[in-house]
Protein backbone atom coordinates (compact mmCIF):
# COMPACT_ATOMS: atom_id res chain seq x y z
CA UNK A 1 0.00 0.00 0.00
CA UNK A 2 0.95 3.64 -1.00
CA UNK A 3 1.36 5.85 2.31
CA UNK A 4 1.59 9.74 1.86
CA UNK A 5 5.17 9.58 2.52
CA UNK A 6 5.66 7.42 0.31
CA UNK A 7 3.96 9.96 -2.45
CA UNK A 8 5.74 12.96 -0.85
CA UNK A 9 8.82 11.24 -1.16
CA UNK A 10 7.86 10.84 -4.82
CA UNK A 11 7.42 14.25 -5.53
CA UNK A 12 10.46 15.51 -3.72
CA UNK A 13 12.41 12.91 -5.82
CA UNK A 14 10.85 14.67 -8.84
CA UNK A 15 11.29 17.94 -8.21
CA UNK A 16 14.65 18.26 -7.94
CA UNK A 17 16.38 20.96 -9.82
CA UNK A 18 19.75 19.82 -10.43
CA UNK A 19 20.95 20.43 -14.11
CA UNK A 20 17.66 22.43 -14.63
CA UNK A 21 17.94 26.33 -15.94
CA UNK A 22 18.64 28.68 -13.16
CA UNK A 23 15.21 30.76 -13.46
CA UNK A 24 13.66 27.07 -13.74
CA UNK A 25 15.35 26.27 -10.31
CA UNK A 26 14.13 29.78 -9.10
CA UNK A 27 10.66 29.39 -9.71
CA UNK A 28 10.72 26.01 -8.12
CA UNK A 29 12.36 27.08 -4.81
CA UNK A 30 9.83 30.18 -5.29
CA UNK A 31 7.03 27.89 -5.23
CA UNK A 32 8.30 25.90 -2.87
CA UNK A 33 8.61 28.54 -0.63
CA UNK A 34 12.23 27.50 -0.24
CA UNK A 35 13.79 31.02 0.40
CA UNK A 36 17.49 29.81 1.33
CA UNK A 37 17.26 28.09 -2.44
CA UNK A 38 16.01 31.45 -3.38
CA UNK A 39 18.14 33.65 -2.04
CA UNK A 40 21.25 31.69 -3.50
CA UNK A 41 19.77 31.55 -6.75
CA UNK A 42 19.11 35.22 -6.67
CA UNK A 43 22.91 36.18 -5.72
CA UNK A 44 24.02 33.64 -8.65
CA UNK A 45 21.70 35.45 -11.45
CA UNK A 46 23.29 39.16 -10.08
CA UNK A 47 26.47 37.98 -10.50
CA UNK A 48 26.22 38.17 -14.36
CA UNK A 49 26.60 41.22 -15.78
CA UNK A 50 26.07 42.71 -19.36
CA UNK A 51 25.15 41.53 -22.11
CA UNK A 52 25.28 37.84 -20.55
CA UNK A 53 22.58 39.19 -18.08
CA UNK A 54 19.69 37.31 -19.94
CA UNK A 55 15.88 38.14 -19.22
CA UNK A 56 15.78 34.59 -17.64
CA UNK A 57 18.20 36.21 -15.38
CA UNK A 58 15.96 38.91 -14.13
CA UNK A 59 13.17 36.59 -13.81
CA UNK A 60 15.56 34.75 -10.81
CA UNK A 61 15.66 38.18 -9.33
CA UNK A 62 11.76 39.09 -10.21
CA UNK A 63 10.98 35.39 -7.80
CA UNK A 64 13.42 36.81 -5.31
CA UNK A 65 11.63 40.19 -5.55
CA UNK A 66 8.01 38.57 -4.93
CA UNK A 67 9.59 36.77 -1.89
CA UNK A 68 10.81 39.45 -0.36
CA UNK A 69 14.48 37.96 -0.59
CA UNK A 70 15.80 39.87 -3.06
CA UNK A 71 18.37 42.28 -1.21
CA UNK A 72 17.56 46.05 -1.39
CA UNK A 73 21.06 46.52 -3.40
CA UNK A 74 19.99 44.84 -6.23
CA UNK A 75 16.09 46.36 -6.53
CA UNK A 76 17.25 49.08 -8.61
CA UNK A 77 19.61 46.58 -10.86
CA UNK A 78 16.19 44.46 -11.49
CA UNK A 79 14.36 47.84 -12.08
CA UNK A 80 16.94 48.52 -15.01
CA UNK A 81 16.89 45.44 -16.55
CA UNK A 82 12.93 45.53 -16.59
CA UNK A 83 13.47 48.98 -18.76
CA UNK A 84 15.80 47.72 -21.01
CA UNK A 85 14.10 43.59 -21.54
CA UNK A 86 10.60 46.86 -22.24
CA UNK A 87 12.74 48.30 -24.94
CA UNK A 88 13.56 45.33 -26.87
CA UNK A 89 11.73 43.57 -29.94
CA UNK A 90 10.41 40.20 -29.66
CA UNK A 91 8.92 37.21 -32.13
CA UNK A 92 11.52 38.98 -34.68
CA UNK A 93 11.09 37.45 -38.07
CA UNK A 94 14.08 34.88 -38.66
CA UNK A 95 14.97 35.24 -35.00
CA UNK A 96 14.59 31.83 -32.51
CA UNK A 97 12.13 32.02 -29.97
CA UNK A 98 13.46 31.89 -26.32
CA UNK A 99 12.44 34.19 -23.68
CA UNK A 100 9.02 34.92 -25.27
CA UNK A 101 8.06 31.33 -25.19
CA UNK A 102 8.99 30.22 -21.99
CA UNK A 103 6.40 30.82 -19.55
CA UNK A 104 8.32 30.08 -16.42
CA UNK A 105 10.76 33.57 -17.34
CA UNK A 106 7.65 35.48 -18.54
CA UNK A 107 6.15 34.97 -15.06
CA UNK A 108 9.51 35.54 -13.46
CA UNK A 109 9.48 38.64 -15.20
CA UNK A 110 5.91 39.68 -14.87
CA UNK A 111 6.37 39.44 -11.01
CA UNK A 112 9.45 42.35 -11.26
CA UNK A 113 7.18 44.69 -13.06
CA UNK A 114 4.25 44.67 -11.03
CA UNK A 115 7.06 46.56 -8.75
CA UNK A 116 8.24 48.94 -11.40
CA UNK A 117 5.72 51.75 -11.70
CA UNK A 118 7.87 54.13 -14.34
CA UNK A 119 7.33 50.92 -16.96
CA UNK A 120 4.88 50.81 -19.75
CA UNK A 121 2.78 47.90 -19.45
CA UNK A 122 1.35 47.52 -22.94
CA UNK A 123 4.14 45.84 -23.95
CA UNK A 124 4.20 43.05 -21.99
CA UNK A 125 0.57 42.65 -22.92
CA UNK A 126 1.22 42.32 -26.10
CA UNK A 127 3.71 39.83 -25.74
CA UNK A 128 1.98 38.12 -23.29
CA UNK A 129 -0.61 37.91 -25.78
CA UNK A 130 1.26 36.55 -29.02
CA UNK A 131 2.91 34.22 -26.43
CA UNK A 132 -0.07 32.64 -25.45
CA UNK A 133 -1.70 32.37 -29.72
CA UNK A 134 1.86 30.60 -30.37
CA UNK A 135 1.76 28.07 -27.51
CA UNK A 136 -1.69 27.77 -26.91
CA UNK A 137 -1.49 23.62 -27.49
CA UNK A 138 1.03 23.51 -24.46
CA UNK A 139 -1.59 23.16 -20.98
CA UNK A 140 1.36 24.01 -18.86
CA UNK A 141 2.76 27.36 -20.76
CA UNK A 142 -0.94 28.88 -21.47
CA UNK A 143 -1.22 28.40 -17.41
CA UNK A 144 1.97 30.14 -16.56
CA UNK A 145 0.79 32.92 -19.11
CA UNK A 146 -2.69 33.21 -17.66
CA UNK A 147 -1.05 33.92 -14.55
CA UNK A 148 1.04 36.88 -15.70
CA UNK A 149 -2.05 38.41 -17.45
CA UNK A 150 -3.58 38.31 -14.23
CA UNK A 151 -1.01 39.83 -13.06
CA UNK A 152 -1.33 42.82 -15.47
CA UNK A 153 -4.71 43.53 -14.61
CA UNK A 154 -6.79 40.65 -17.17
CA UNK A 155 -10.03 39.89 -15.38
CA UNK A 156 -10.93 37.55 -17.73
CA UNK A 157 -7.83 34.91 -17.44
CA UNK A 158 -8.07 31.82 -16.10
CA UNK A 159 -4.70 29.75 -15.13
CA UNK A 160 -5.35 25.87 -16.12
CA UNK A 161 -4.18 22.97 -15.63
CA UNK A 162 -5.48 22.79 -11.84
CA UNK A 163 -2.87 21.64 -9.98
CA UNK A 164 -0.75 24.91 -10.91
CA UNK A 165 -3.76 27.25 -10.40
CA UNK A 166 -4.11 25.79 -6.96
CA UNK A 167 0.19 26.52 -6.09
CA UNK A 168 0.26 29.62 -7.64
CA UNK A 169 -3.00 30.81 -5.96
CA UNK A 170 -1.25 29.55 -2.81
CA UNK A 171 1.27 32.10 -3.87
CA UNK A 172 -1.46 35.05 -4.12
CA UNK A 173 -1.33 34.83 -7.94
CA UNK A 174 -4.88 34.33 -8.69
CA UNK A 175 -8.35 33.06 -6.19
CA UNK A 176 -7.83 29.35 -4.22
CA UNK A 177 -10.71 27.63 -4.62
CA UNK A 178 -11.08 24.25 -2.17
CA UNK A 179 -12.32 21.72 -5.56
CA UNK A 180 -9.46 23.39 -7.08
CA UNK A 181 -6.89 22.32 -4.27
CA UNK A 182 -8.58 18.69 -3.52
CA UNK A 183 -8.57 18.45 -7.42
CA UNK A 184 -5.09 19.37 -7.64
CA UNK A 185 -4.14 17.03 -4.08
CA UNK A 186 -5.58 14.12 -6.33
CA UNK A 187 -3.75 15.06 -9.15
CA UNK A 188 -0.62 15.33 -7.38
CA UNK A 189 -1.04 11.81 -5.53
CA UNK A 190 -2.07 9.92 -8.54
CA UNK A 191 2.45 10.70 -9.93
CA UNK A 192 1.26 10.62 -13.26
CA UNK A 193 3.49 11.75 -15.55
CA UNK A 194 3.99 14.80 -17.84
CA UNK A 195 6.00 16.36 -20.06
CA UNK A 196 5.82 19.74 -18.43
CA UNK A 197 9.43 19.87 -16.81
CA UNK A 198 10.63 19.55 -12.73
CA UNK A 199 8.57 22.75 -12.44
CA UNK A 200 5.38 20.99 -12.82
CA UNK A 201 6.71 18.46 -10.24
CA UNK A 202 7.29 20.92 -7.74
CA UNK A 203 3.72 22.67 -8.05
CA UNK A 204 2.25 19.35 -7.75
CA UNK A 205 4.51 18.92 -4.35
CA UNK A 206 3.27 22.32 -3.43
CA UNK A 207 0.04 21.39 -3.50
CA UNK A 208 0.67 18.38 -1.73
CA UNK A 209 2.32 20.10 1.12
CA UNK A 210 -0.19 22.28 1.68
CA UNK A 211 -3.33 19.98 1.92
CA UNK A 212 -1.06 18.03 4.68
CA UNK A 213 -0.91 21.75 6.34
CA UNK A 214 -4.53 21.88 6.67
CA UNK A 215 -4.84 19.92 9.91
CA UNK A 216 -8.35 20.89 9.95
CA UNK A 217 -9.45 18.99 7.25
CA UNK A 218 -7.87 15.52 8.26
CA UNK A 219 -10.36 13.10 9.61
CA UNK A 220 -8.77 12.36 12.37
CA UNK A 221 -11.66 9.42 13.53
CA UNK A 222 -9.73 7.04 10.44
CA UNK A 223 -6.24 8.43 11.41
CA UNK A 224 -4.02 5.61 11.06
CA UNK A 225 -0.47 4.42 13.32
CA UNK A 226 1.68 6.41 10.87
CA UNK A 227 -0.30 9.40 11.45
CA UNK A 228 -0.05 9.43 15.25
CA UNK A 229 3.64 8.68 14.40
CA UNK A 230 4.25 11.66 12.26
CA UNK A 231 1.88 13.83 14.82
CA UNK A 232 4.59 12.47 17.70
CA UNK A 233 7.45 13.45 15.61
CA UNK A 234 6.43 16.79 14.77
CA UNK A 235 5.73 17.61 18.63
CA UNK A 236 9.46 20.00 18.70
CA UNK A 237 7.37 22.87 16.28
CA UNK A 238 5.02 22.63 19.48
CA UNK A 239 7.35 24.20 21.67
CA UNK A 240 8.05 26.84 19.67
CA UNK A 241 5.40 29.56 21.55
CA UNK A 242 5.79 27.03 24.34
CA UNK A 243 6.38 29.68 27.30
CA UNK A 244 9.66 29.89 29.12
CA UNK A 245 10.04 33.69 30.42
CA UNK A 246 13.34 36.19 31.46
CA UNK A 247 10.32 38.59 31.88
CA UNK A 248 6.79 38.95 32.00
CA UNK A 249 5.54 39.69 28.90
CA UNK A 250 3.05 42.49 29.98
CA UNK A 251 3.09 44.46 33.01
CA UNK A 252 -0.11 42.95 34.81
CA UNK A 253 1.12 39.46 33.62
CA UNK A 254 3.37 37.46 35.82
CA UNK A 255 7.11 35.54 34.81
CA UNK A 256 5.56 32.13 33.00
CA UNK A 257 8.01 29.71 32.91
CA UNK A 258 6.46 26.62 32.00
CA UNK A 259 8.87 23.89 33.54
CA UNK A 260 9.10 20.18 32.13
CA UNK A 261 10.29 18.80 35.15
CA UNK A 262 9.29 14.87 35.10
CA UNK A 263 7.87 11.99 32.71
CA UNK A 264 4.22 13.15 34.13
CA UNK A 265 4.86 16.35 32.44
CA UNK A 266 5.59 14.88 29.45
CA UNK A 267 2.75 12.99 30.24
CA UNK A 268 0.69 15.62 30.32
CA UNK A 269 1.85 17.40 26.94
CA UNK A 270 0.83 14.50 24.79
CA UNK A 271 -2.27 14.37 26.24
CA UNK A 272 -3.01 17.70 25.26
CA UNK A 273 -1.61 17.39 21.49
CA UNK A 274 -3.21 13.84 21.72
CA UNK A 275 -6.33 14.28 22.75
CA UNK A 276 -8.73 16.30 20.99
CA UNK A 277 -7.37 14.33 17.77
CA UNK A 278 -8.21 10.69 19.33
CA UNK A 279 -11.33 9.85 21.00
CA UNK A 280 -10.17 6.94 23.08
CA UNK A 281 -6.88 8.16 24.08
CA UNK A 282 -6.52 6.50 27.73
CA UNK A 283 -3.93 7.80 30.53
CA UNK A 284 -2.94 5.63 33.41
CA UNK A 285 -3.95 2.65 31.37
CA UNK A 286 -4.65 -0.40 34.05
CA UNK A 287 -3.26 -3.58 32.29
CA UNK A 288 -3.88 -7.22 33.30
CA UNK A 289 -1.93 -8.08 36.36
CA UNK A 290 0.94 -10.91 36.25
CA UNK A 291 1.27 -12.19 39.65
CA UNK A 292 2.26 -9.47 42.13
CA UNK A 293 2.44 -7.23 39.52
CA UNK A 294 -0.04 -4.54 38.32
CA UNK A 295 1.04 -3.05 35.43
CA UNK A 296 -0.24 0.52 34.21
CA UNK A 297 0.55 2.28 30.85
CA UNK A 298 1.51 5.96 30.81
CA UNK A 299 -1.02 6.53 27.69
CA UNK A 300 -2.56 3.88 25.21
CA UNK A 301 -5.40 3.89 22.30
CA UNK A 302 -7.12 0.90 22.20
CA UNK A 303 -8.52 1.34 18.55
CA UNK A 304 -4.81 1.22 16.96
CA UNK A 305 -3.38 -1.63 20.09
CA UNK A 306 -1.21 0.89 20.71
CA UNK A 307 0.92 2.08 24.56
CA UNK A 308 2.62 4.98 24.46
CA UNK A 309 5.25 4.83 27.14
CA UNK A 310 7.14 8.07 28.00
CA UNK A 311 10.82 8.14 29.56
CA UNK A 312 12.95 11.23 31.03
CA UNK A 313 16.74 11.29 30.42
CA UNK A 314 18.38 13.57 33.22
CA UNK A 315 21.96 12.58 32.34
CA UNK A 316 24.30 12.74 29.68
CA UNK A 317 25.98 9.27 28.97
CA UNK A 318 25.84 6.34 27.51
CA UNK A 319 24.70 4.82 30.82
CA UNK A 320 21.64 6.77 30.87
CA UNK A 321 20.80 6.07 27.69
CA UNK A 322 21.46 2.44 28.32
CA UNK A 323 19.34 2.25 31.26
CA UNK A 324 16.05 3.90 28.97
CA UNK A 325 16.93 0.91 26.45
CA UNK A 326 16.88 -1.15 29.54
CA UNK A 327 13.28 0.15 30.97
CA UNK A 328 11.52 0.17 27.61
CA UNK A 329 12.41 -3.71 26.85
CA UNK A 330 10.71 -4.49 30.60
CA UNK A 331 7.96 -2.51 29.84
CA UNK A 332 7.62 -4.40 26.72
CA UNK A 333 7.74 -7.70 28.18
CA UNK A 334 5.30 -6.83 31.03
CA UNK A 335 2.60 -4.86 28.99
CA UNK A 336 2.54 -6.92 26.02
CA UNK A 337 2.54 -10.53 27.18
CA UNK A 338 -0.23 -10.95 28.65
CA UNK A 339 -2.53 -8.41 27.16
CA UNK A 340 -5.06 -9.02 24.00
CA UNK A 341 -5.84 -5.24 23.57
CA UNK A 342 -3.06 -3.91 22.85
CA UNK A 343 0.06 -5.36 20.57
CA UNK A 344 2.88 -2.45 20.35
CA UNK A 345 4.86 0.15 22.24
CA UNK A 346 5.34 3.54 20.91
CA UNK A 347 8.12 5.28 22.97
CA UNK A 348 8.96 8.97 23.68
CA UNK A 349 11.90 9.74 25.37
CA UNK A 350 12.23 13.16 26.51
CA UNK A 351 16.14 14.18 26.64
CA UNK A 352 16.89 16.89 29.41
CA UNK A 353 20.39 17.40 28.30
CA UNK A 354 19.29 17.53 24.50
CA UNK A 355 22.32 15.23 23.91
CA UNK A 356 21.25 15.08 20.41
CA UNK A 357 24.26 13.15 19.08
CA UNK A 358 22.96 9.91 20.49
CA UNK A 359 19.41 10.39 19.34
CA UNK A 360 19.64 8.33 16.01
CA UNK A 361 21.14 5.39 17.90
CA UNK A 362 19.37 5.18 20.39
CA UNK A 363 16.61 5.44 18.34
CA UNK A 364 17.37 2.82 16.16
CA UNK A 365 18.04 0.73 19.34
CA UNK A 366 14.50 0.91 20.59
CA UNK A 367 12.85 0.07 17.72
CA UNK A 368 15.08 -2.88 17.32
CA UNK A 369 13.31 -4.23 20.54
CA UNK A 370 10.42 -6.61 20.31
CA UNK A 371 6.68 -5.08 20.46
CA UNK A 372 8.25 -1.04 20.07
CA UNK A 373 6.95 -0.04 16.58
CA UNK A 374 8.11 3.67 16.81
CA UNK A 375 10.46 5.66 19.39
CA UNK A 376 10.42 9.79 19.50
CA UNK A 377 13.13 11.27 20.98
CA UNK A 378 12.52 14.49 22.42
CA UNK A 379 14.93 17.59 22.80
CA UNK A 380 14.93 20.17 26.09
CA UNK A 381 14.60 22.93 23.86
CA UNK A 382 17.53 25.82 23.88
CA UNK A 383 15.59 28.44 24.87
CA UNK A 384 14.57 26.60 28.40
CA UNK A 385 18.47 26.29 28.99
CA UNK A 386 18.62 25.16 32.69
CA UNK A 387 20.44 28.34 34.76
CA UNK A 388 22.83 27.40 37.65
CA UNK A 389 21.66 27.95 41.05
CA UNK A 390 23.32 30.52 42.96
CA UNK A 391 24.71 29.49 47.02
CA UNK A 392 23.21 31.54 49.57
Not at 36 to 52: C, D, I, T, Y
Not at 146 to 170: F, H, N
Not at 186 to 209: I, K, Q, T
Request: glycine share 6%.
Amino acid sequence: MITLSDVKAALEAAATVVGSPLHVAAFTAWILRDDEALRRLVMEASNFQGQSFLPEHAAVLGYGLNANVLPAGLEPKLKAEIIHISGRTFFAPNRARRFEVDGVALLGVTLAMASVDSVDRGWLSNLLGQSLSEGGEDAWHSGLVSACMIIVGDLKARVTPVDLAAALALRDVGALHDEDLRQAVDLAMRLESHPSGVGRDAVRLAVFNAALQRQSKIDFGAASHEDLVRILRNLSKSMRLWRYEDAPRTAKSLLARWEIENEYHVQALLWVILAPLFADLEDEENLPSIGHKNPRADLALPSMRTIIEVKFVRSAGQAAWASIVEEVAADSALYLSHSRTYDNIVAVVWDDVAHTEQHEEIKLGLEKLRGVSSAIILSRPGKMTRKPSSSH
